[in-house]
Structure formats: C-alpha cells, structure tokens
C-alpha cells in the first residue's frame, strides 16, 4: 500500500468535488477500499473520508417503501424491524453477508460499489492480464480456474462475477439509486463488462450516492432471499436468488413475481424470462421448475463454472416453491 493523502469532507458537495481530481476515491465503511489497496489492485493518491456526513445514514420505511442512506451500516438495515416486514428479501440478503465484524462497518453505498472477487483480478503481481483492472491486457480468467465466475452477461474481455447479495434483492425489486445528480434504475445501474468491464457501473467519476429507493409492493412484502454457497458463513454465493411471489385471491394463481439472481453473472440479474411465464399460472411445481430453466437462457460457461447452470434453475426453482408453501 502506498502512502496517499487524507480529507475529512464536511460535505457531499466537498466530497464530490474533491472527488472528481484523478487518484481520489471515497471511504465510507473502508471494507472494500483498504481490502483493495493492501492487494494492490486500488492505490489512491488521496482518500476523502465521507463517514460523518449528516443526513445519509437514515433509514425510512412508509406505505410508499424504503429510503436508505447510503451510509447506513448493512447490519442496520438488516435487523430494522421495517425492513425485515416489508423487505424481508432485502434484510436476509444483507444478513447473509460477510461476517458481523463487516457488517457492522460495511455501509450500503459501498455494499452496491464492491469488486469482484475474482482472484486473477485481485493479483496483480502475478496475473497482470485483467481488462478490469488494467484495460485491453486481456483475461487471464478465461482458459483458467473458472469455478467462482460468471455464465450470464460475460463477454470475451471478463467473465468475473459481480459477489454481492443486497443489490441481487434491490434489482428484483426495481430500486433507485439516487445520486447528487440524478435518479437510477438499479438494473440499469450496473454494466455488463463488453468491451469496457473496468467500468462496472454508471456512475460518473465525483458522483456520489445518496440513498437507495425501493418501492412498496405486495410481491417485496412476500419474498425470500436463497444463497447457496460453499459452506455457511463468509461465504459467497454460488448461487443465489431474490424471490418476490404475490397471488391472486384464490391463493395458487400467480399475479406477481419477482425473479433475481447472483453468483452467476457479471452483474446482479433479473430474470425476466422466469418471471413472464408465470404470471397468471398456477402455483405448481412442474410449471415452476420449468419456468426456472428459463433463468439460464444464454448462458456461457468456461470450464470449472459449468455446474452453475443447472445450480442457479434450482435454487430459483426452489425458492418460488419455497415462497409458496411447496416446499
């Protein structure tokens, strides 16, 4: 880690501005930061500190949804008793994160900015091929040891998987990132890697983001959250899925459903396929299971990541049979 230089910001103006110089990058929880800088992939020349900044931490769940600060902590958003009723989808997701340690530090704002966890990218001594970190290099993943990487929205430049599970729930429940500067779809938010994968999201250099908007439904107040992983702590999914199931009055026709995935994909994935032939069929295994083979259309696998494709038509298969007491 190389020496940079420190700013309080007192301000998310100040911040922002200050920001936007080359070699600035924001502090917030620090999780990711330090964890990057110690490796060696991130050397800022200057970290502006924005943990104090009043008025970002907030957590506000009404009849309309949810706004959260983007500074309030993952362990503080999981465990608020508005959040787990309306969002229990968001509240397990966060509470399969990480440890404890990281999720009383972590804040949401970074929990959705977070690098992948794909070694070649994390090594730069010994893979310096990685069009994330060091663009038109090439990939040192593909043709490598592939387990933990991506079969949907890859490209021939990166196949790294985006590791988050707050932002799998947000997508299947059409959130908004709100910035200092304008409002964002979170489906749109964030990038497949084509050509550019260092660049992972919109966000623009010396934007900041404020607070994350979810909007009340039916679906997000019936929802689960499943990740299957390699053992049952500090672990990242294999594969995992937000599921928001909402039914009709005769109680086994579905009016509503919501399908996301992750640990399969460059970045958190709504599987509309899944979702569309659903809606206004009954409730039963046979259709659910098919409907979850849908999941995986296009998927690309190299190698070692192969088994994630049947993985992922199961876990969403099971949690939708979950979600509506079949299983």
Same mark, same amino acid.
């Given at each position: ?8 910001? &007192? ?19 620090? &999780? &990711? ?24 931490? !907030?957590? @506000? ?9 983007? /500074?309030?902590?993952?362990?503080? @958003? ?14 397990? !997701? ?59 929205? &890859? ?14 729930? /947000?997508?299947?429940?059409?959130? *908004?990132?709100?910035?200092? !500067? ?76 919501? @399908?996301?995935?992750?640990? *399969? ?22 259709? @659910? ?39």
């Amino acid at each position: 880690m190389r020496n940079f230089s420190y700013l309080r910001a &007192t301000s998310a103006t100040e911040a922002g501005q200050a920001a936007q110089q080359a070699g600035a990058m924001l502090l917030a929880g620090g &999780t &990711t930061l330090l964890d990057l800088a110690k490796c060696g992939v991130s050397e800022p020349e200057t970290v502006i500190d924005i943990t104090h900044l009043s008025g970002m931490g !907030s957590i @506000v769940v009404d009849t309309a949804g949810a706004r959260i600060g983007a /500074l309030a902590r993952m362990s503080e @958003v999981a465990d608020h008793k508005d959040i787990r009723a309306a969002f229990p989808a968001v509240s397990e !997701s966060l509470s399969l994160a990480a440890s404890a340690q990281l999720r009383n530090m972590a804040t949401i704002g970074g929990n959705l900015l977070q690098r992948t966890r794909c070694s070649y990218f994390r090594d730069p001594g010994a893979f310096p091929a990685c069009n994330k970190r060091n663009p038109g290099s090439g990939c040192s993943a593909i043709g490598g040891v592939t387990r933990n990487h991506a079969v949907l929205g &890859t490209s021939e430049a990166c196949i790294a998987s985006y590791p988050g599970d707050l932002a799998v729930a /947000l997508v299947a429940f059409d959130a *908004v990132v709100e910035t200092d !500067s304008r409002k964002l779809a979170i489906d749109d938010f964030f990038l497949c890697p084509g050509d550019t994968p260092d660049r992972e999201t919109l966000l623009q250099r010396g934007e900041i983001i404020i607070a994350i908007d979810i909007p009340a439904s039916a679906a997000a107040r019936n929802s689960t959250y499943l990740k299957v992983r390699d053992r049952q702590s500090y672990e990242f999914a294999a594969a995992s899925a937000a599921i928001g199931l909402e039914l009709e009055a005769d109680g086994r026709t579905i009016r509503d459903i919501r @399908v996301a995935l992750g640990g *399969v994909a460059a970045k958190p994935w709504r599987a509309r396929a899944v979702e569309q032939a659903l809606v206004g069929k009954a409730l039963e295994a046979d259709a @659910v299971e098919k409907a979850g083979r849908l999941a995986m259309e296009g998927a690309v696998a190299h190698g070692g990541n192969r088994y994630k494709i049947e993985l992922a038509q199961r876990v969403v298969a099971r949690a939708i049979l979950k979600m509506g007491g079949l299983a």
